[in-house]
């Protein structure tokens, strides 16, 4: 089954940039669609962005659509979050995960019960 590592996060102050990456050395992510999703304490995981596996189409949530980018490197088998101008809000354990489909959509879920190969996440922080 496939396991996926998060790596890069950190504490940050607001509007520095980080960039977070998805990888796993077993699988090759280039024929999945791969979604970051976060989880703040207290709150439900939730998507952030996905990524298609054809085109490399990138979906956003409307609270990071402009400050973050999804993107992926399939020579290096690796997703990346980029937080271009993270805020406090954005806080959180970011994770990755990949979408259990049945043909030929991409990213339709936001749910993460749709997503599969949870690493063990990386904390970002974003403070003063």
């Known amino acids: 089954q496939v396991q996926l590592v998060e790596s890069g996060g950190g504490q940050v102050q607001p509007g520095e940039p980080l960039t977070l990456s998805c990888a796993t050395p077993?699988?090759?992510?280039?024929?999945?669609?791969i979604a970051w999703f976060r989880q703040a304490p207290g709150k439900v995981r939730e998507r952030v962005s996905c990524?298609?596996?054809?085109?490399?189409?990138?979906y956003h949530a409307d609270s990071v659509k402009g400050r973050f980018t999804i993107s992926r490197d399939n020579d290096k088998n690796t997703i990346y979050l980029h937080m271009e101008d993270p805020k406090p809000e954005d806080t959180a354990v970011y994770y990755c995960?990949?979408?259990?489909?049945?043909?030929?959509?991409?990213?339709?879920?936001?749910?993460?019960?749709?997503?599969?190969?949870w690493g063990q996440g990386t904390q970002v922080t974003v403070s003063k």
């Open positions: 077993r699988y090759p992510l280039g024929n999945y669609n």
């Open positions: 995960g990949v979408e259990v489909v049945d043909g030929p959509q991409e990213c339709l879920s936001l749910l993460p019960t749709s997503f599969v190969g």
């Open positions: 990524i298609g596996h054809t085109a490399g189409t990138a």
